[in-house]
């Protein structure tokens, strides 16, 4: 079966940081765009960075541009967010997701990381 397990979510202060990473497992890794949406209640969910393969193409939300970085490991099925400057603002629960196919035919989630930032 298909599985993204997200990890490195917690609680921090303003102007901290996290590392969250995600391990895919089930699926053809390095065939699969791979990306990061947030997600807070009441509100959908949005996303955060993205990076393809292949190619590598990377696109971040403009609130995070500058703060956070997407990386990814094809060899160890894992792809990360390093999260810098956080301010309350990110905080949401944080999703991975796969997908691959020219209609994204293949979408697949993770169930989420909770990160919390406090003023």
């Known amino acids: 079966q298909v599985r993204l397990v997200e990890s490195g979510g917690g609680r921090v202060q303003a102007g901290g940081s996290l590392r969250l990473s995600c391990v895919g497992s089930?699926?053809?890794?390095?065939?699969?765009?791979m990306s990061w949406y947030r997600q807070v209640p009441g509100k959908e969910r949005e996303l955060v960075a993205a990076?393809?393969?292949?190619?590598?193409?990377?696109n971040y939300d403009e609130s995070v541009k500058d703060r956070f970085t997407i990386s990814r490991d094809n060899a160890k099925n894992t792809m990360s967010l390093q999260m810098n400057s956080l301010k309350p603002e990110d905080t949401a629960v944080y999703y991975c997701?796969?997908?691959?196919?020219?209609?994204?035919?293949?979408?697949?989630w993770g169930q989420g990381t909770q990160v919390t930032v406090s003023s």
């Open positions: 997701n796969a997908r691959q196919g020219p209609m994204n035919e293949y979408n697949y």
């Open positions: 089930g699926f053809t890794f390095s065939r699969y765009t």
């Open positions: 990076i393809t393969w292949p190619g590598g193409k990377i």
